[in-house]
């Protein structure tokens, strides 16, 4: 499939899935039953809007991660579950303070320099927050710029998207009815979040703990013949594990790592790898080892992508117990309020 026709097709996904075609008429007639509701469609809104972007979030990841999304369920509602997906809300209603800030203070002109700043970096704070879960990292600039810059020309088109989205709906709101443009407003934002996980599933980035640096151009070749002996590594390990060798097959990936000259990208290549088995149990012995390293060289955002990651695998994963304290430390680093409820 050629590009465009991949990324063409996250834009009409929203339209090609019963899900979530479901879900946005029913997020449509929510909105525009709370703004024609008075004081009682206000709480309504305040309820909704929360919800609406908890499952733009979910969606994202799910396309980033190539699989359908599915409906959205009551936990989306909820304010307590998952609180880190929350902060889409937050983010958009700080733009929003802060540009009228401007306004008031230095004029419109700033304001829509401001806007159109926000409109560039928004999509990439969304996808580092799909990513870590820690929306304290979807607002680092060496998180978002690093996104930017190992998605290239690609994630251009989604501030082009949401720019293309408003003229659009402005131009509509004149000539169709406002139910009809309001509803082609909503479809654009599920057309975002689709397209912006399309491209992080283009790019690989969605099954990273973190962000790194792409590798220079010159050691291109360099990683390419570590990745290839690591895999080596992997097949001989997979054999032993599925004779029933679990513990056999680790060890030998263990042993690798000790010599492996990049042993932090040697460790998350590995962990990458083993979640794409058919059976995820060794992966998720591994990353319990992983976790501990992560944990002991106090790199909590990583550890949480991990614990995370591994939960969605297993509910019931947890930390060896020895490295319990400080996942509890890392959860709180990064105001994962859901995980820690979890492990206390």
């Known amino acids: ?140 600039p060496r998180a978002v710029i690093g996104l930017i810059r190992r998605c290239g020309l690609d994630y251009w088109l989604l501030p082009a998207n949401i720019i293309a989205a408003g003229a659009l709906a402005g131009l509509l709101r004149s000539a169709l009815t406002e139910f009809v443009s309001d509803l082609i407003g909503l479809y654009s934002l599920f057309a975002l979040s689709a397209l912006t996980g399309g491209i992080l599933r283009r790019h690989h980035l969605i099954d990273e703990i973190d962000i790194p640096a792409a590798p220079a151009p010159d050691d291109t070749g360099i ?13 001989h390990a997979y054999g032993m594990i599925s004779r029933a060798n679990r513990r056999g097959g680790l060890a030998h990936i263990y042993w690798w790592l000790e010599k492996d000259p990049d042993p932090n990208g040697a ?14 149990e060794a992966a998720l012995a591994f990353a319990q080892h992983y976790l501990s390293r992560l944990l002991q060289n106090h790199e909590f955002v990583p550890a949480v992508k991990v614990m995370m990651r591994c939960r969605e695998i297993d509910a019931a994963f947890r930390p060896l117990p020895d490295d319990r304290p400080m996942a509890l430390a890392a959860a709180e680093h990064c105001h994962n309020d859901e995980l820690l409820a979890v492990l206390k």
């Open 1 to 140: 499939m050629s590009k465009a026709a991949e990324l063409l097709r996250e834009i009409v996904y929203p339209l090609t899935r019963s899900a979530v075609l479901i879900a946005m008429l029913m997020f449509f007639v929510l909105i525009e039953f709370a703004l024609s509701g008075g004081v009682l469609g206000t709480f309504l809104l305040l309820l909704v809007l929360p919800a609406l972007f908890r499952y733009l979030l979910q969606l994202l990841e799910a396309r980033a991660r190539g699989v359908e999304a599915g409906p959205p369920g009551i936990e989306t509602f909820s304010f307590f579950d998952n609180v880190w997906s929350l902060f889409p809300v937050v983010l958009i209603f700080l733009l929003i303070v802060v540009g009228y800030l401007i306004a008031a203070r230095f004029g419109v002109n700033w304001s829509i320099g401001f806007g159109t700043l926000g409109i560039i970096l928004l999509p990439a704070c969304f996808a580092v927050l799909a990513i870590t879960h820690a929306p304290l990292e979807s607002l680092d």
């Open 223 to 235: 990683v390419e013949a570590r990745n290839r002996e690591r895999q080596n590594v992997l097949n």
């Open 267 to 280: 460790w998350r290549w590995f962990f990458g790898e083993m979640l794409r088995w058919e059976s995820r």
